[in-house]
Structures are given as C-alpha cells and as structure tokens.
C-alpha cells in the first residue's frame, strides 16, 4: 500500500521549488513598450524585433513585453490601453507612439492631447511611464515638424517624465540599416538599437 508520508516527503522540496518560481515570475518587474512599427518589427519576426533582443538581453531582469503594433496611432495605442495594463501588471512603459500622427500631419494639439491621455492611464495603473522623443524627416515642413517634436519634452517636464532619445536618429545615418522604404530599420539595425535602448533603459528600470 502506497505510503503518502514517504511520497509527500520526498515531493515537497520539489513542490516548494515550483512555487518560488512561480512566485517569482509572478513579482517579475515588466517593462512593456507601447509603440508602432518601429518597434513592432516592421516586416520581421516578433523574435528579431529590438525588445525581443533586449528581453534576451536583460534575461528577463526586467522582463520586457513587445506590446507595438504597425500602423498604430496615439489614439489606437490609448485604446488598447487598458487591457494590456490589466493583463501585463508592468512597472514601466515606454511610450513610443505619435509617428504615424506626424506622418499623416494630424494636429500637434490632437497628438500631445492623446499622449497626455496614455500617460494619465499608465500612471493610474501605478505604472511609471516613459516617454520616447519622435521626430519626422524634414520634408514635412520646419513649422510643423518643429511643433511636432515639441510635444515631447513639454509633456516629459509637464509630467516631471523621462524623456528616452529617438533611436532612428542615430539608424538613419546607416543607409545599410534601413529598408526600402526609407522609414523603417531592417533587421540588421535591431541589435543596435537593442544596445542603444539598453543603456539608456537600464538607469530607468533598474535602480534597485
């Protein structure tokens, strides 16, 4: 007849390793990125896209959720929101958003008004947002690009945020590095960019 005594003894060590490890990835810190093409992996694999390399990177320590997709705006980043918030529970958020606004030449005021609205949601999630610089190519006009890229850092000292430089600006000096359409980084500037964000994510997220 089995003896559960001798079973549970010999199963408990095993049993209580599983929990702290689920435990532990429960209290796991998050970074998710809230952002578009740019750092969705335009025309790439999730895998190859720069936060999937800087989640391999960290090894998970923060672990970092790719919550991009192509084509969104700030209002389509604002309405998903919620249930990636809900469903992620993250410490931080980097907001990438507002490019494809710019490129489509909506309203600076419209744009900053969304993006205000991103930052109020993630900060009544106890979440700490920060707020990624965007910049258009200069063929859209010095006055509107101009107020364009000003929404950044008057919403990061409105909000006492951090601002985190456009990483497309050091990209766009490497023509090797970006696809045909001249907007978008090819695979091959991902691990760059990984880098890049990496060193100036980490005094962000990793204080303690």
């Known amino acids: 007849m089995m003896n559960f005594n001798n079973v549970f003894r010999w199963h408990y060590p095993f049993l209580l390793l599983c929990l702290l490890l689920v435990s532990r ?66 410490q931080w958020v980097l907001i990438e958003l507002g490019g494809n606004d710019g490129l489509r030449g909506f309203p600076p005021d419209a744009i900053a008004l969304n993006l205000r609205k991103v930052i109020d949601d993630v900060k009544a999630a106890n979440a700490k947002p920060l707020l990624m610089q965007i910049r258009l190519p200069a063929n859209y006009g010095r006055r509107y690009t101009e107020a364009f890229s000003g929404i950044y850092p008057d919403l990061a000292q409105q909000y006492n945020i951090p601002l985190v430089p456009f990483f497309m600006e050091q990209v766009y000096l490497k023509p090797e590095w970006m696809q045909q359409d001249g907007i978008h980084p090819n695979p091959d500037a991902q691990p760059f960019i990984a880098n890049l964000m990496a060193k100036e994510l980490a005094p962000l997220v990793k204080q303690q």
Do not use: C, E, F
């Open 25 to 90: 990835l429960a209290a796991a810190d998050t970074l998710m990125v809230l952002g578009d093409s740019l750092s969705a992996g335009y025309r790439m694999s999730a895998s190859a896209a720069w936060p999937s390399l800087l989640n391999k990177q960290w090894q998970q320590q923060p672990r970092v959720i790719n919550a991009s997709i192509s084509g969104d705006t700030a209002a389509q980043g604002l309405a998903r929101l919620p249930s990636l918030l809900k469903q992620h529970q993250p």
